[in-house]
């Protein structure tokens, strides 16, 4: 029949700053296309997430095994690649032209059982059906919130005629997972995961993190690393396109505090004592496998210094 094996076309399943993503199914490929703000680099951030990927793929050889997931990239895609163009710009909707484009692994979001969950206990009661039925609301991840709490609690059966839900990168707060009975044991397994990432990134790829996500969503066929309420999950790390190059001097650790203190609040603050202590006895146990024994490397009193600066609270 003609038509048959006509290539399914691509979906938005997010947007930001940088641009809009697509993807053809819930697990495969995604695009993220650089159509967003002007001041942001889809190049930076292709270049960023190689740095990334390669320096978790041989940790492994040096005693670390990394628990954070991050998307496989492929392939930077520029306006002038008219071959990859010719196949792909169908299955984009009418008004989208050419751009530079980043292939990578799509992460698949959460099944219908754990967004019916976050949609009963959270959701307006009049939005619920409509919130269930929406394919928008299908692309279901979580944002981890370790570092803040709700300062009003949510009513769910207040009126909803201002109020708007969303469950694509739905955030949730710490006060939200105690709530929904997350094991303590997870949520620190939430920070330490974050923790162990962060000593990564500063002392192997030498990267600031600025503006990187996390996100809770299954994972890709390996051992899940929790299993709770939310289901079977992994913590992810996505978005690179803002990370900048750090020294290893001083200057360098004021640069990664200030991204910090700019990032959404995904890491711990001090003030929440148990996931703090875990973030930072993680992110120095981390500091300290990486460095090791070398003589003369500083990295480890930079480690030190970057924690006792965040205790000192953000300046």
Same mark, same amino acid.
């Given at each position: 029949?003609?038509?048959?094996?006509?290539?399914?076309r691509?979906r938005?399943?997010?947007?930001?700053?940088?641009?809009?993503?697509?993807?053809?199914s819930?697990?495969g490929?995604?695009?993220?296309?650089e159509?967003g703000g002007?001041?942001?680099?889809?190049r930076?951030?292709?270049?960023?997430?190689?740095?990334?990927?390669?320096?978790?793929?041989?940790?492994?050889?040096?005693?670390?095994?990394?628990r954070?997931h991050?998307?496989?990239?492929?392939?930077?895609?520029?306006?002038?690649?008219e071959?990859?163009?010719?196949?792909?710009? /169908?299955?984009? /909707?009418?008004g989208?032209?050419?751009?530079?484009?980043?292939?990578?692994?799509?992460?698949?979001?959460f099944?219908k059982?754990?967004?019916e969950?976050?949609?009963?206990?959270?959701?307006?009661?009049?939005l619920?059906t409509?919130?269930?039925?929406s394919?928008?609301?299908?692309d279901?991840?979580?944002?981890?919130?370790?570092?803040?709490?709700?300062?009003?609690v949510?009513?769910?059966?207040?009126?909803?005629?201002?109020?708007?839900?969303?469950?694509?990168n739905?955030?949730?707060?710490?006060?939200q997972?105690?709530?929904?009975?997350?094991?303590s044991?997870?949520?620190?397994?939430?920070?330490?995961?974050m923790?162990?990432t962060?000593?990564?990134m500063?002392?192997v790829?030498?990267?600031?993190?600025?503006d990187?996500?996390?996100?809770?969503?299954?994972?890709?066929?390996?051992?899940?690393?929790?299993e709770?309420v939310l289901?079977e999950?992994?913590?992810?790390m996505l978005?690179?396109?803002?990370?900048?190059?750090?020294s290893?001097?001083?200057?360098?650790?004021?640069?990664?505090?200030?991204?910090?203190?700019?990032?959404?609040?995904?890491?711990?603050?001090?003030?929440?004592?148990?996931?703090?202590?875990a973030f930072r006895e993680?992110?120095l146990?981390?500091?300290?496998?990486?460095?090791?024994?070398? /003589?003369?490397?500083?990295?480890?009193e930079l480690?030190?210094?970057?924690?006792d600066?965040?205790?000192?609270?953000?300046?």
């Open positions: 029949m003609k038509g048959e094996n006509k290539p399914s691509y938005r399943i997010g947007a930001g700053a940088c641009g809009t993503v697509w993807a053809p819930e697990r490929p995604a695009y993220k296309r159509d002007l001041a942001r680099s889809l930076n951030d292709y270049e960023k997430h190689q740095r990334i990927l390669h320096s978790l793929d041989i940790l492994p050889h040096s005693g670390i095994q990394p954070i991050v998307p496989r990239c492929y392939t930077f895609i520029q306006p002038t690649d071959s990859w163009w010719a196949e792909h710009f /169908p299955r984009f /909707p009418e989208y032209s050419p751009c530079n484009v980043i292939h990578s692994q799509r992460i698949a979001p099944p059982a754990t967004r969950r976050l949609v009963t206990e959270y959701c307006p009661s009049d619920a409509e919130i269930l039925a394919e928008m609301n299908e279901c991840l979580v944002r981890p919130y370790l570092g803040r709490r709700r300062t009003q949510h009513q769910r059966s207040r009126a909803s005629r201002f109020k708007a839900f969303s469950l694509r739905y955030p949730l707060h710490v006060d997972m105690e709530e929904l009975g997350i094991p044991r997870d949520m620190r397994g939430y920070a330490e995961v923790a162990e962060l000593a990564i500063h002392w790829v030498q990267v600031d993190a600025n990187v996500e996390f996100v809770l969503a299954p994972p890709d066929g390996e051992k899940c690393e929790w709770n289901g999950h992994a913590m992810w978005d690179f396109d803002l990370c900048r190059d750090m290893m001097d001083k200057a360098g650790v004021e640069q990664a505090v200030a991204a910090f203190w700019k990032n959404d609040p995904f890491y711990p603050r001090p003030e929440e004592s148990f996931l703090w202590q993680t992110y146990s981390t500091s300290q496998q990486i460095v090791g024994d070398r /003589p003369g490397d500083r990295r480890l480690a030190k210094l970057f924690v600066s965040l205790e000192e609270g953000p300046q």
